[in-house]
């Protein structure tokens, strides 16, 4: 697993970055942000990962690999969604 932080230009708001949450008992669940209707929904993910209640990771897809990233940059990651 890799930092998004320490990635160099780590692409938050592109289509094809795969998002997910997992919660303190294990639980996954996918964050859907393609729509600017999603915004609410990120809000308040942003907002569970800011408390620790949950973690946030994404999946970077690339031609012939994926790689997995923990979303540890979180004023980056705000900022690609405008939420600060």
Not at 27 to 49: A, F, G, P, T
Not at 71 to 80: E, G, H, N, P, Y
Request: with cysteine.
């Amino acid at each position: 697993m890799r930092s998004a932080k320490e990635a160099e230009n780590f692409p938050y708001g592109a289509s094809t970055i795969c998002y997910f949450e997992v919660d303190e008992r294990g639980n996954v669940s996918q964050v859907h942000h393609k729509n600017k209707s999603d915004r609410l929904k990120i809000l308040e993910i942003y907002n569970r990962v800011m408390s620790k209640e949950t973690t946030l990771y994404a999946v970077w897809p690339g031609r012939w690999s994926s790689d997995l990233f923990i979303i540890d940059d979180l004023d980056a990651f705000a900022k690609a969604f405008d939420l600060i």
